[in-house]
C-alpha cells in the first residue's frame, strides 16, 4: 500500500532558528512528490513539485530535496508567518490521485 | 485569474438530509478532483473527473457518494442522507493536464465545511 509519512507532528521554532521536516514515502513507482502549505481555515497552497532523486526547488525561505525514499522542506532563518501546517503528498505511477501525508503544523515565535 | 471556487464555504445538514457541494475549476483546467479532510486527519482522495466523465472513484464511499462534472457548469459532490460521519471539509482541486509535469499540479479550493447535527 502506498504510504506518505510526515515527522514532526509538530514543531515550534523561534524566529531564525532554522530547521527541516521530513517526509517518507513507499509507493509502488514514484510519479511525483508535492509540497503543500495550509493555513487554518484554508485550502492547500501549491509550493514545490519534484520528480527525480537528487532534485532541489527553492523558493524564498524554502528548499525542497528529494532522495529514493524521502523527501525533505528546509525552512532557513523562519519568520512568524511562515507558521502554517506543511503537506506533503505523492503521486503514484498510472494514477492522478494524490496520497497526502497527515502533515507537520510548524509555529514560528516572534 | 481566478482560482478553483467552492461554495457553499460553510454547510449545516441535518441527519438524513441531501448535502451538494459545488466546485468551479480553475480557468481552463478539465480535471477536477476531490478530497476529504477529516478532524486531526490527513487529506483523503475520493474522485477524480473530466468533463462527462469519472476517471477513478477509487476513494469514494460505496453507497450515498455521487460526483459528476457536466459538460457545461460545475463539478457537484452530492451526498444523500448525510450521517454525523460525514462532517468534514471537503476540498475540490483541478488541474491543466494529466501529464507529468507542471501542467499536472493540482491547485486547491478553500473547501467546503459540511456540519451534520
Known amino acids: 500500500e502506498d504510504q506518505v509519512t510526515q515527522s514532526p507532528e509538530a514543531l515550534r521554532l523561534q524566529e531564525g532558528e532554522s530547521s527541516s521536516l521530513n517526509c517518507s514515502y513507499t509507493?509502488?513507482?514514484?510519479?511525483?512528490l508535492f509540497w503543500y502549505r495550509q493555513d487554518p481555515g484554508k485550502g492547500p497552497e501549491f509550493l514545490f513539485t519534484?520528480?527525480?532523486a537528487g532534485e532541489e526547488k527553492e523558493k524564498e525561505r524554502l528548499k525542497a530535496t528529494l532522495t529514493k525514499k524521502e523527501s525533505f522542506l528546509h525552512i532557513t532563518a523562519p519568520k512568524p508567518e511562515d507558521s502554517a501546517t506543511y503537506l506533503c503528498?505523492?503521486?503514484?505511477?498510472?494514477?492522478?490521485?494524490?496520497?497526502f501525508g497527515t502533515g507537520t503544523r510548524l509555529l514560528v515565535s516572534p | 485569474n481566478a482560482g478553483v471556487m467552492q461554495n457553499p464555504r460553510h454547510l449545516v445538514r441535518r441527519r438524513g438530509q441531501e448535502a451538494r457541494l459545488r466546485c468551479s475549476p480553475m480557468?481552463?483546467?478539465?480535471?477536477v478532483y476531490w478530497y476529504r479532510q477529516l478532524p486531526e486527519e490527513g487529506l483523503k482522495f475520493m474522485v477524480y473527473?473530466?468533463?462527462?466523465?469519472?476517471?477513478?472513484e477509487s476513494g469514494m464511499p460505496k453507497e450515498r457518494f455521487s460526483a459528476e462534472f457536466p459538460k457545461e457548469g460545475p463539478s457537484i459532490l452530492r451526498i444523500q442522507q448525510v450521517v454525523r460521519g460525514d462532517s468534514a471539509a471537503y476540498f475540490c482541486?483541478?488541474?491543466?493536464?494529466?501529464?507529468?509535469?507542471?501542467?499536472?499540479?493540482?491547485?486547491f479550493g478553500a473547501g467546503t465545511r459540511l456540519s451534520v447535527l
Open positions: 509507493v509502488s513507482g514514484l510519479r511525483g
Open positions: 480557468k481552463g483546467h478539465s480535471h
Open positions: 519534484l520528480y527525480s
Open positions: 482541486a483541478s488541474s491543466l493536464l494529466r501529464d507529468r509535469g507542471s501542467k499536472n499540479i493540482q491547485y
Open positions: 473527473l473530466q468533463k462527462e466523465n469519472i476517471i477513478d
Open positions: 503528498a505523492v503521486q503514484v505511477t498510472g494514477f492522478q490521485k494524490l496520497v
